[in-house]
């Protein structure tokens, strides 16, 4: 018998060096379909719901420097 909880378990990444960072919780991505996403420093703020697809797509171009940018 699997237990969920109503609250999801927020992760920081591990990159994460000065605490402010993005959170997700992925025990609520893999049960939902949609992995919730927010701002560290604002707990108790809002959360975005991202689709599992589109959140492991974001993550595999951050992987490969995508987003990298140049002064």
């Excluded at 604002?42 to 959360?47: I, K």
Aim: net charge negative; proline share 7%.
């Amino acid at each position: 018998m699997t237990t969920e909880s109503t609250t999801p378990q927020w992760v920081k990444s591990s990159y994460s060096n000065s605490g402010s960072c993005v959170e997700w919780a992925p025990a609520t991505a893999s049960t939902t379909g949609t992995v919730p996403v927010r701002d560290s420093k604002n707990p108790g703020g809002p959360a975005l719901g991202v689709h599992v697809a589109a959140f492991a797509a974001f993550v595999a171009g951050v992987k490969a420097g995508d987003f990298d940018t140049t002064a």
